[in-house]
């Protein structure tokens, strides 16, 4: 039994970022690595740069927007791209490329990019309410919460005023809004736990911060990056962290990875 180590990043370009993704590959050697919005399709994927270090890697991707990948050296089972169709249903929570799944080791992962929802009222705003109830019943049809299972990404919530830098600030606005706070619950209520609040509860850690203002030297932050996951696993998280190097280099993502550890997985199946 060796440690498993998941990390999840909002890369903002993975073309622009790739040197960014490929050091912290080098340093950190995930066992996952989630990456949200790609901005780019699944054909211009830099598929060899990551196939090159021994890296398998299952996406689902959309030109200049949005899109979600999952990178790991072990082999990805039962690849998944977008919300599973079910009879009679169409999809127009489908058109844009936000979730992707695989299953990694016997761990189910879901890789989602959720909307950011542009303003209150607005309909990308109730597109993004829709959307998260869509996860909800994928999550409730489709998973059982006993069986380990990571629901990793941006979920462009901040879920309490613990992760926001300035709450009264924030208080109603998009990404913390009680809506969106209550969409996500209703995913914990199926049978899922952050992985971050076990061993952080005080709060105060953010994974991301606005280019503008000097935001991040000033720590202004939310914590919008998240990594969930179903309690068989939550009682093997060993640590939580956000690593905040690569939001501090040149051109950074305005997103930092979270990595999560986790003991007791067996590389062998």
Known sequence: MTPFTVATWNVNSLRSRLDHVLAFLRDHCPDVLCLQELKCTVDDLPRDAFESLGYHIAAHGQKTYNGVAIISPYPLGAVQSGFASAAGETEPLNTEARLVA????????????????????????????AWMERLRVELQNRHNPSEPLLLCGDFNVAMDDR????????????????????????????????????????????????????????????????????????????????VRGPRGLEKPSDHAPVVAEFSGVDPAG
Request: with cysteine; proline share 5%; net charge neutral.
């Open 102 to 129: 695989a299953s990694v080791l016997g761990i189910r992962v879901v890789n989602v990019y959720v909307p950011n929802g542009s303003e209150l009222e607005s309909d990308k705003y109730r597109y993004k309410l």
């Open 163 to 242: 992760d926001v830098y300035d709450p009264a600030e924030w208080k109603s606005q998009v990404l913390c809004s009680d809506a969106e706070r209550a969409a996500a619950r209703a995913w914990r209520e199926w049978g899922l736990e952050d992985a971050l609040a076990k061993h952080h509860p005080q709060g105060g850690i953010y994974s991301w911060w606005d280019y503008r203002g000097g935001m991040f030297p000033g720590d202004k932050g939310l914590r919008i990056d998240h990594i969930w996951v179903t309690r068989p696993l939550l009682a093997r998280c060993t640590g939580c962290e956000v």
